[in-house]
């Protein structure tokens, strides 16, 4: 099936949008006859937060409704094979350190499906580090100091590497005062702190750092978010990329969801509809009512809204949501990351990687195995043409290429690019939530409180892997069981 | 209440059998009705992996009976609260890169319940080592490089301190080959190997290293456990220490039990009968049955048997298990470590914590924590009495006193002794799973195998956290969604 998601180009046939996919449904729409009555919950997105919660309901007996406005499952993970090769096109590294998504590879017998991103032994085996003035090759060691040096200080901010600060990732405000402290810093302040104690090639990669975890600007990207980053990274200068940049699965992320989506209607107690965005959400007296934009109307006890944080506000919600909700909602996650992939011709380049100064919209790359052509498969992150250093990716072939040039050690044969444009789709707005200054302690804990009968279930919000498929499957999960604690007594009778 | 487990000794009172626990189940039997009936399922022992599975089956809508030999739910895993301190019988630490169990946590809330076990600060701020011929006081940076140096090239096989070898812990087995040529070694020939590159004092804090982790003798344990443990421990010296002998829950591991227990409980499908030791499982052509000690009989058509390896022999099958599956159950695992609180007086040791060259019946000790009375409470484990350089625990309270001798820095009044034998007790027969040489290559795959409509899950096997709560809750989970999945279709039409 191909999707209407994402973008590929090749030299023969250009660009192209939509791309194959095995997270499409087919037929979109699965609604069984009683979906007039009033169903046991509705879960509104089908990415892994909607999709863990809805198969946790419906194994557990509860009549569900799920609702997507995409044409496939995943949300912002999903993945397209296309050649016989698997383009993750937007979440895509997953590790046992992220438990309530290795508990799912686990469940459906993934746990030994690794692929493993970043291999050793190709002959341009170095890290190539752009800066205004300058591009060199790194060995790789060299290129792991440098990191852990600059990225240590960063985080540096209690003198303990956050071991003090924040021992413990998934309670991250355990030292509330002190981090809400630190949560009025940018990642802009912080890097002025630190400026005068590192060679502007130094500076140079931390932005890089900075800019492909949260997408830029700067100034809007709060410390805080970073901070747990190291730390899930177990405070260790290379820690998060051993974690986070290492293995991803051989069979691809749809594969995942696919079991979780499958394993739900395998139960005959989810019925869905794709193609189906939400206008608005009614939490009457005795249900909820869920209007989609082509005015179908569908009701439930309870609802379940994984709506991702920056696209919670063209959603009309009655009665409205509590007022610092609603400015959670209106200031938003402020991560526009570009993720793009390229296929450059021959294998030479597998064991390659680079960081560069901002300004030419895309920060670095890193050669993630080659494709069966023998070619070389990139990933590379840059910031979105909507800051100064950004890159515009709609009908910009050229640009992306030039952007590439720039990290390269020396030009290549584009042979392919694929990508998703994240921050332009109307059911995403942002890539990966990276949160500005001030957002976590001002409205972490409210998001996630139910509003009457609706629950808002997003990985932009929660702890631990917050903005990565882990958070999401985390909400989901505690969504569901909110669910069904409340049906508990109703449950009993019928079986 | 108060569970006929476990063993208190103070001054005053002197020994007893049976302490206090939260785990213990009043009434012991909750048996439906229709028990009588064939059940969808019955769950044997009802230690984590258990629970997991009755817990899975029961909120799926499977009509489930659980069976224990014990008056207490947590196997292995259970806390005694006495005078307002939770002693931690058996398994104890958690972390969130334990992704089973700490999903468990996170489904009931309790992901931000952590107390730490060896904290700063305290006046005896050091580690003891005592060898035949010596008692000196190391720093903790001393004794963490010693323990680093000692314990990362006894697991250096590779050369690459495994992360070639075994990068990844939950698929130990991904070189197959290799790993099988290493398990063929005992930690005793690993330790000949490696004996002339250290001092005596170094090999004797090995040997400590090594006997609790195993127990000993160390001829009788196989060093592919130790490999998993070291990789599991992020591959770093001290990285195992830091994940699985830090953090534990503040309300003890059976208030997480509980919470598993009573979500089977309130979906009103679980019957249950503690006390209940069973004697004869067989598969007959349309059901199984379990057959007591005390002669009951009880029909299903899956059973789940979750007791441990060094059990299993005293359980009759029908049919017998396979020759090889025998074969594993008649090897058994190896571990009979012992572990013993001590609350000593004073809150001067608050920061200690010690190693010691065997002989002396316990090989180490560590703080975690202070009473309500201001006393320091330490944990002690050693090896059990049938190995050369091992200790009684059965009415040994002087004998257990001058090991703990043995390793204190000065002699201490001891106000209070806590520990649960695990070795002589009936329902496990040594402690936590740690496997002799070859018995992972020969045996781990086939123990997972379902034995007709029977499934053997312990935590003694599978993958990742083998041994340990992870591992349980692992196994449990796994056998509940092999059950639920031959039961698909039937659950259809139930609803």
Chains 1, 2 share one sequence.
């Not at 793009?340 to 030419?360: I, M, R, T």
Request: net charge negative; aromatic share 10%; with cysteine.
């Amino acid at each position: 099936m191909t999707s209407r998601d994402g973008f590929v180009w090749t030299p023969s046939a250009g660009g192209k949008e939509g791309i194959p996919s095995i997270s499409v449904i087919e037929p979109q729409q699965h609604v069984a006859a009683d979906t007039k009555e009033v169903l046991d919950a509705i879960v509104i997105g089908a990415g892994y937060s909607g999709l863990v919660a809805a198969r946790d309901l419906t194994t557990q007996g509860f009549r569900t409704l799920l609702l997507e406005g995409r044409d496939r499952i995943g949300g912002r993970t999903w993945h397209s094979t296309i050649d016989g090769f698997n383009y993750e096109m937007g979440g895509t590294w997953v590790h046992w350190q992220m438990p309530h998504i290795y508990r799912e590879m686990s469940l459906y017998n993934m746990q030994d499906e690794w692929i493993v991103t970043q291999i050793g032994g190709g002959p341009l085996d170095f890290c190539t580090l752009t800066t205004p003035h300058d591009k060199r090759n790194l060995t790789h060691d060299q290129e792991a100091d440098m990191f852990g040096r600059v990225w240590g200080e960063f985080c540096n901010l209690d003198g303990a590497y956050m071991k003090e600060g924040m021992p413990y990732p998934f309670d991250s405000m355990r030292n509330k005062e002190q981090m809400s402290r630190y949560d009025k810093l940018s990642c802009r302040d912080r890097l002025e702190q630190i400026r005068s104690k590192f060679s502007t090639e130094e500076i140079g990669m931390l932005e890089a750092i900075l800019l492909q975890m949260g997408g830029g600007p700067l100034e809007s990207m709060g410390v805080l978010d970073g901070l747990r980053w190291w730390a899930l990274g177990n405070h260790l200068p290379t820690g998060l990329n051993d974690i986070a940049l290492s293995t991803r699965l051989r069979s691809g992320q749809s594969a995942l969801a696919r079991n979780i989506f499958d394993h739900a209607v395998s139960t005959r107690r989810l019925s869905y509809a794709f193609s189906s965005p939400v206008a608005k959400i009614e939490d009457g007296t005795s249900f909820c009512t869920v209007t989609t934009r082509s005015g179908k109307t569908y009701k439930a006890h309870k609802v379940i809204c994984t709506i991702p944080l920056n696209v919670l506000r063209d959603i009309e919600f009655s009665p409205a949501l509590p007022t610092k909700m609603a400015e959670a909602i209106s200031i938003g996650q402020t991560n526009k990351c570009n993720k793009v992939h390229f296929d450059v011709a021959g294998p030479e380049l597998v064991s390659w990687n680079s960081f560069a100064s901002p300004g030419k919209g895309l920060i670095c790359a890193l050669a993630d195995n080659l494709t069966p052509t023998n070619d070389t498969h990139l990933v590379a992150f840059g910031p979105s043409a909507d800051t100064a250093v950004g890159l515009t990716l709609k009908d910009n072939v050229s640009g992306i290429k030039e952007a590439l040039d720039h990290l390269l050690p020396e030009k290549k044969e584009v042979k392919r690019i694929v990508y998703h444009d994240w921050y332009n789709d109307e059911f995403s707005k942002g890539t990966w939530a990276y949160l500005p200054p001030e957002w976590v302690s001002k409205y972490n804990d409210i998001m996630q409180t139910p509003h009457g009968n609706v629950i808002l279930a997003s990985g932009d919000w929660g702890e631990g892997w917050r903005g990565w498929i882990d958070g999401a499957a985390q909400q989901g999960m505690k969504a569901a069981k909110l669910v069904a604690d409340t049906y508990g007594s109703r449950m009993k009778s019928r079986i």
